[in-house]
C-alpha cells in the first residue's frame, strides 16, 4: 500500500472515531436531559463506566445505520416514498432501541418516543461532524456523494469528452431571472453569467406550460397538446399532462412523430421530469411511475437517497419545518392584507413542503451521482420555484427566498462537478415563466365554467368549483403516494351529455362539447348556445376567442364585436396589440392541431399592470398569453455556439431542443468540442462559506431553517 493510500486509510479512520466520539458525547447529554434514557445499571455506575456505556451504544447504533438500514429501505420498496419519509424517525428510533439493548448487562434502555427524538438528534450530530471533516477532503467528499446516490458504473476513459447537465428550474421566467441576478438573490447563477455562461430569452408556445414546453425539449415535439389538460373526443379521453397514464402516452406520440427516442436516448438521465427524454437511468420520471419492474420505476430514486438515515432524518425535519413555514408565510400575508390572495390552506402546505424539500433533495442528489459516475447527459427539472409562485406569486417575497434556495442547489451542483470523472457542462434553463394577477373568480365573481353555462342558458351553482392548482408538484406528490392522479378516480372519459365541458390552464380556458364527434363551428354553436360566444367574447375578463368558422376558416372574436380569420391574423393588431410579438403565429399553430377546443379562451392581459386572470385559483399562473408566462430562459456556457444568430429570436421549445441535441452532439463528435475544457463553473465568494458549512455531501441544499 502506498503512502497515499495509507494517508487515506488513516484519515478515515479518524473520521471514525471523531464521529463516533461525537455521538457517544451526544448520547450522554441527551441522558443527561431525558429522564426515560438510561446508560447506568439500577445500582448507579462511575463517570467511566457510563461512558463506555455510552460509546458501546453509539457505537452499535452508528453500525446498525450503516448495515441494516440500507436493507430495511430496500425491505420497504412497496411502501409510497412519502409515507417511506414520515416512518424515518420511528424506523431510526427502532435502531436506536436495538443498539441500547446489545449494550452489555442491560445498561442501555430508553422509552420509545424518546428513542425516535434521541436517534434524529444523534443522526444529525453524526452526519453534521462526518461531512464537517470531509470538507477539506476532496476523495471523501466525492466517496461521500457517490455512495449517496447508489450508482455504481465504470467511469469514463481518461480524455473522455465533456458530459452536459441541464437543469431545469421549472416556471422561472427570464424576467424574474434577471431581476433575481441583478438583485444578488441568486449569486452562483450571476457569477456565472458574469464569467463563463450567457443568458437569453426564448419564447414558448400558447400552451405555455410545463408538459407541452418539456415534452418538446425532450423529444422534440409538442404537437398537437393544446393545454395542460384538453379533451380528445375521437376516443373520449381526458388528457392530463401531470397523470402518467397521460403523459407515457404523450411521450409515446412525440417518440413516433419524431422517430427518436429523445434527448437523452445516449447514456442519459432523467430526474424529476414528466418525460424520460430516452433516458436508460430515470428517477422521479411520471411517465413511468404507473410501470413496474426492474428499471422502469421511478421512486427508485425516493429510496436511493433515503437509505442513508441521517439524509432521510434531514429530510423529514426539513419537510415538517417547510410545512410551518408556508403556514406561518400564509398568516403574514393575510395578516398584511396582501391582494390578490388565493387559499393556501388544506394539503396545500404539504405540497409545497414535497416540491421544495423532499423532491429538491431527491432529485439533487441523483444528479450529483449522476455527474460523479460520468454520465453523458443529465436533464433534471426543480419544481420547487413554480409551486411557491402560483401562490403566492411570481415575484413574492416567498418565491424570493425559494430562488435563493434553488441557486444554492446549482451551486452544489457545480462543485460536484468539480469531482466528476470527464469535466462538464451545466446549462440551466426553464420551460415557461408566470404572470400576476388576481384569478378570474376573484375579479368578476364567478368562474369559467359558470360564464359558459350562463351563455349556455343552463343553472349556475352558487358555489362556484374549485381549480386545480399546483399541477406538476400535485401530480408528483400523488405519484409518490400511489394516489389516483386528479380524473382517474371517475376514469379518464366524460359523459358524453350535451352540457359543455370546461377546463382551465392557467389563464387559458377550453370549452368541449363532449356529445359532437367533430370539432363544432361558430355556426353550429350560435344554432345551439346563441348567447354563448357573444358572453365570451364581450366580457372584460377575456381577451380573445378561437373557434372555426363554416366560411372563414378559424376566427378570434373579442369585444366591440371583432372578428378576424386566423390566416390573417399580425401581432400587434386589434386584441392580440397587448400579447406581444409571436401571438398570432402561436394562435395559428394551435389551430391546426386534431384535439383543439371548439372554443379556445384566453383571458385578458393588461400589460400597463402587467397582470393576467387566471381560470384556476392562482395568482402565479402560466399556461396561456400575456405577460411573462411566455417567456423562458436559456443560460449556457460560453464555449458553445450561440442558439440563434445576433438579433433573432429563440422561438418554441422544439427549437430549443435541437439546439441542445446540438450541444450535445457537437460535444461528442467528430469534429465537434469534444477536446474542448468544460467551461469554469465558479463559485461565488458569498456561497463558499455556507457550502463549506454544509456542503453537498449530504445530498441536499442548504436551508438556515433545515
Not at 367574447?537 to 372578428?563: I, N, Q
Amino acid at each position: 500500500m502506498g503512502v497515499g493510500r495509507w494517508r487515506s486509510a488513516g484519515r478515515a479512520a479518524l473520521r471514525v472515531v471523531v464521529v463516533w466520539a461525537a455521538s457517544t458525547l451526544t448520547l450522554l447529554a441527551l441522558a443527561g436531559v431525558l429522564p426515560d434514557l438510561r446508560l447506568q445499571s439500577g445500582n448507579g455506575d462511575s463517570a467511566t463506566r457510563t461512558a463506555v456505556t455510552a460509546a458501546w451504544g453509539a457505537g452499535a447504533f452508528g453500525l446498525l445505520g450503516a448495515l441494516v438500514w440500507p436493507l430495511v429501505v430496500r425491505a420497504l420498496l412497496l411502501v409510497p416514498a412519502l409515507v417511506l419519509g414520515v416512518l424515518v424517525f420511528f424506523l431510526n428510533g427502532s435502531l436506536l432501541l436495538v443498539a441500547l439493548w446489545l449494550v452489555p448487562d442491560g445498561r442501555g434502555e430508553a422509552d420509545p418516543e424518546n428513542a425516535v427524538v434521541v436517534a434524529a438528534v444523534m443522526s444529525a450530530v453524526a452526519s453534521a461532524t462526518s461531512t464537517a471533516l470531509a470538507v477539506r477532503d476532496d476523495d471523501a467528499y466525492g466517496r461521500r456523494l457517490y455512495r449517496l446516490a447508489g450508482r455504481r458504473r465504470a467511469a469514463p476513459a481518461p480524455g473522455a469528452a465533456p458530459g452536459t447537465v441541464f437543469l431545469q428550474l421549472d416556471g422561472v421566467g427570464h424576467r424574474v431571472l434577471r431581476h433575481a441576478l441583478d438583485a444578488g438573490l441568486m449569486p452562483t447563477l450571476a457569477a456565472w453569467e458574469g464569467t463563463t455562461h450567457r443568458l437569453t430569452p426564448w419564447r414558448t408556445g400558447w400552451s405555455s406550460q410545463t408538459g407541452a414546453s418539456q415534452l418538446a425539449l425532450l423529444h422534440g415535439s409538442d404537437h398537437d397538446v393544446p393545454a395542460f389538460r384538453w379533451y380528445e373526443k375521437d376516443t373520449g379521453r381526458l388528457m392530463v399532462c401531470n397523470r402518467p397514464a397521460s403523459a407515457a402516452e404523450l411521450q409515446r406520440r412525440a417518440a413516433a412523430r419524431t422517430g427518436d427516442p429523445g434527448l437523452l436516448a445516449d447514456d442519459g438521465a432523467s430526474r424529476g421530469n414528466l418525460f424520460g427524454g430516452g433516458a436508460d437511468q430515470l428517477a422521479l420520471v411520471l411517465s413511468v411511475s404507473g410501470r413496474r419492474g426492474p428499471g422502469t420505476r421511478s421512486r427508485a430514486g425516493y429510496f436511493a437517497y433515503f437509505r442513508d438515515p441521517a439524509n432521510a432524518t434531514r429530510t423529514a425535519v426539513s419537510f415538517a419545518a417547510e410545512v410551518f413555514r408556508e403556514v406561518g408565510q400564509a398568516l403574514a400575508a393575510r395578516l398584511r392584507g396582501e391582494r390578490p390572495r388565493v387559499p393556501r390552506g388544506g394539503p396545500y402546505p404539504f405540497v409545497r413542503a414535497f416540491a421544495t424539500v423532499v423532491e429538491r433533495d431527491v432529485v439533487l442528489a441523483a444528479v450529483m451521482g449522476d455527474v460523479l459516475a460520468g454520465r453523458t447527459a443529465v436533464y433534471a427539472d426543480l419544481v420547487a420555484y413554480d409551486e411557491v409562485a402560483h401562490h403566492s406569486g411570481p415575484c413574492g417575497r416567498d418565491a424570493a427566498k425559494v430562488l435563493a434556495r434553488l441557486d444554492r442547489c446549482v451551486g452544489l451542483i457545480g462543485k460536484a462537478a468539480g469531482h466528476a470523472p470527464r469535466p462538464y457542462r451545466i446549462v440551466v434553463l426553464s420551460d415557461h415563466g408566470q404572470s400576476f394577477g388576481e384569478t378570474f373568480q376573484s375579479a368578476y365573481g364567478l368562474t369559467l365554467r359558470d360564464l359558459v353555462r350562463a351563455g349556455c342558458g343552463l343553472p349556475v351553482s352558487r358555489r362556484a368549483r374549485r381549480g386545480a392548482g399546483g399541477a406538476e408538484a400535485r401530480g408528483a406528490l400523488r405519484s409518490a403516494l400511489h394516489r389516483p392522479v386528479e380524473g382517474e378516480r371517475r376514469g379518464e372519459r366524460p359523459a358524453r351529455g350535451a352540457d359543455p365541458l370546461v377546463l382551465a390552464s392557467g389563464n387559458l380556458g377550453l370549452v368541449y362539447f363532449p356529445d359532437v364527434p367533430h370539432r363544432m363551428s361558430r355556426q353550429e354553436i350560435d344554432r345551439r348556445h346563441p348567447g354563448l360566444l357573444p358572453a365570451l367574447a364581450g366580457h372584460p375578463g377575456v381577451g380573445f376567442v378561437l373557434v372555426r368558422c363554416e366560411r372563414r376558416g378559424s376566427v378570434v372574436l373579442a369585444a366591440d364585436g371583432f372578428e378576424a380569420p386566423v390566416a390573417g391574423l399580425a401581432d400587434g393588431t386589434g386584441p392580440l396589440a397587448a400579447f406581444g410579438p409571436g401571438a398570432a403565429g402561436a394562435i395559428r399553430r394551435t389551430d391546426g392541431f386534431p384535439h383543439v377546443a371548439d372554443v379556445m379562451v384566453n383571458s385578458a392581459y393588461d400589460p400597463s399592470a402587467d397582470r393576467v386572470h387566471a381560470f384556476e385559483d392562482q395568482i402565479g399562473s402560466h399556461g396561456g398569453l400575456g405577460g411573462g408566462q411566455g417567456e423562458a430562459f436559456l443560460l449556457w456556457p460560453r464555449e458553445l455556439p450561440a442558439p440563434v444568430a445576433a438579433g433573432e429570436a429563440l422561438v418554441g421549445a422544439e427549437a430549443v431542443h435541437r439546439v441542445l441535441r446540438r450541444w450535445l452532439e457537437e460535444s461528442r463528435g467528430p469534429g465537434g468540442c469534444s477536446g474542448t475544457p468544460a467551461a469554469s463553473v465558479q463559485e461565488p465568494p458569498s456561497d463558499r462559506r455556507a457550502a463549506e458549512a454544509f456542503p453537498a455531501a449530504d445530498g441536499r441544499a442548504p436551508d438556515k431553517k433545515g
